[in-house]
Antibody, heavy 129, light 106 residues
């Protein structure tokens, strides 16, 4: 059975940092591009970023709203993806989902993926003093 | 930047057909995905690349894409189909989601 399990959420003060983890099982983690999305309370879905597999360069892409503050990394030995969030503000309060990005296509700037086909249950991050 | 537009809500009678639209400029040139999200749960991919159903998604769910409108169709609607539905596309190195459509089964 495929499982993505997020952890590390909680209450954090504005300006502080937080690292989320996504532990996976049932997939060949090293071959996957892993993505993070979020959903603010009562709002819609927002893509945060993703990290390509090491065989595709292990490179990252981010939404403009989090670029320069958030960083995604991966530990292929332990099948874990991470989301490091710095300089948090109340605007970052959301449920954060770990997902697999699938259905690859090529562009002039590299490979992207059409869909997010496997989701974790989410972890809640609340930024408040 | 590219935008997609969804109706806020759609109602459908039990056993009838619901159509949820996702509007965008020349959206036919993009691959459209659809996600179902029930209250308190993570989203589930129900349609990818306009018309394709992932394994485990009932045939009652179908998608189409033409001109400026992509459509998710739910045939023979069931009470369990009540959920928020989001369309999603990729554009200019980012992913864009619609605001979501709440489907109510009457």
């Amino acid at each position: 059975e495929v499982q993505l399990v997020e952890s590390g959420g909680g209450l954090v003060q504005p300006g502080r940092s937080l690292r989320l983890s996504c532990t996976t099982s049932g997939i060949t983690f090293g071959d996957q591009t892993m993505s993070w999305l979020r959903q603010a309370p009562g709002k819609g879905l927002e893509w945060v970023g993703f990290i390509r597999s090491e065989s595709s360069g292990g490179t990252t892409e981010y939404a403009a709203s989090v670029k320069d503050r958030f960083s995604i990394s991966r530990d292929d030995s332990n099948n874990i993806a991470y989301l490091l969030m710095n300089s948090l503000t109340s605007e970052d309060t959301a449920v954060y989902y770990c997902t697999r990005a699938n259905y690859r296509f090529g562009t002039l700037t590299g490979y992207y993926f059409d869909a997010f086909d496997i989701w974790g249950q989410g972890t809640t991050v609340t930024v408040s003093s | 930047s590219y935008e997609v537009t969804q109706p806020l809500s759609v109602s459908v009678a039990l056993g009838q057909t619901a159509s949820i639209t996702c509007g965008g400029n020349n959206i036919v040139s993009k691959n459209v995905q659809w996600y179902q999200q029930k209250p308190g749960q993570a989203p589930v991919l129900v349609i990818y690349r306009d018309t394709n159903r992932p394994s485990g998604i009932p045939e009652r769910f179908s998608g189409s894409n033409s001109g400026n409108t992509a459509t998710l169709t739910i045939s023979r609607a069931q009470a369990g189909d009540e959920a928020d539905y989001y369309c999603q596309v990729w554009d200019s190195s980012t992913y864009i989601f619609g605001a979501g459509t709440k489907v109510t089964v009457l």
